[in-house]
């Protein structure tokens, strides 16, 4: 079952008795209105809502952790003429957020994958798992696709609902030693992991032993890709980043080295395999195409705000692919999840500024997505072992 597009009504609750669990009548959400008076950036607003109520097979998740990126940056921004800046699908009003973890609060009477009290990370792009799309084995594409936090209520909010299929248990993390607030940050990083998985391993064809990586901003996502070719086997993952922060934490995880993008040595850029994660691809895919190898790979994992032109030229000669990727792929989650667990990938060095709700209209406005590491909101509860 799609989960609701407009903003949460509040409404009679139809589960049976051991599977609700108390909950208040409203909460807390951040939402997206379309700009007003010829502003270039949407509104957003700190607001009460009425808390939603979950379908037989939803869940009801109280919201723990919730990570915020470039989508929620782009999707603030709007051209002169009123429309999205954004380059994906985006229904308005909307409660933003889609990098969440929690605590299931209240089950729908056909869900049979979790209970209250369940651990869980949330799964953000819904697919119908009906459509032409969706039975070619491309779920991310799916014709029909439902986003949390863009077409759909998301996780910048006290409580959101989601399917039972959205939600994955870090019961393997408490298996661990991981303690509770552990496992559910890790949580908040499986969205964005998991899309550069998808990028690396599903649209990109994966990373061979031995090959050379060469890393175009150093934000999350292109430190999840440093991480991911290493457990690859790459030998070299070099990473490039104008700011020294970014840089040096890039070379705490381990990446071979982490230079200035305005004047890196040209011996280090030769890769196999690209990966433009800066958001600039106007200033990287030049500097791309001077160091393709043959038959290389650049896999573009983020979006930009402005078309960008190709020099189709190196392309052909290295007989080299630029991919895209969108989103997650399905049933990505609980194979990350047991990386983690496993030890092959520990993302809590990572985390970098936790925030409150309070907060993020301003971080979303400032410069929160230039800092080091990834910006975390921390929505309900306090950190507990």
Known sequence: MAPRV?????GPSAEPAERTATRPARMRALVLSAPVDGSRRGRLDLTDL???VPGPAEVLVRVALCGICGTDVHVCRFHADGTSAFGGPVSLPVVLGH????????????????????????????????????LRGRPNQCERVTLTGLTAPGALAEYVVVPQTACHRLE???ACGWGRDEALQAGALLE???????????????????EHVTVHGLGPLGLFAGLLCRVGGAS????????????????????TACLDPADPPPDLLDADLHVEASGNPAQTLPVVERHLRPAGRCVVVSRTDSPVLVDTNPWVSTASRLIGARGHSG????YLINLFASGQLDPRAL?????????????????????????????TGTPVP
């Open 6 to 10: 407009s903003l949460p009504e509040q």
């Open 50 to 52: 009425p808390t939603p």
């Open 192 to 210: 964005p992991l998991g899309c550069v998985y998808n990028a690396l391993f599903v649209e990109g064809g994966g990373v061979r032993p031995g």
């Open 172 to 174: 393997p993390l408490r």
């Open 99 to 134: 990098e969440a973890s929690g605590v299931v609060a209240r089950t729908g009477e056909w869900v049979t994958r979790v209970r209250p009290g369940d651990l869980v990370a949330l799964e953000s792009v819904l697919a119908c798992g009906t459509c032409d799309t969706c």
């Open 236 to 255: 070299r993952v070099v990473g490039l980043d104008p700011l020294p922060e970014r840089r040096d934490l890039a070379r705490r995880l381990g990446f």
């Open 331 to 334: 049933g990505i989650f609980p």
């Open 351 to 379: 985390i970098g500024a936790v925030l409150t709700l309070d907060q993020v209209p301003g971080a979303l406005a400032g410069d929160a997505m230039t800092a080091a590491g990834k910006t975390l909101v921390r929505i």
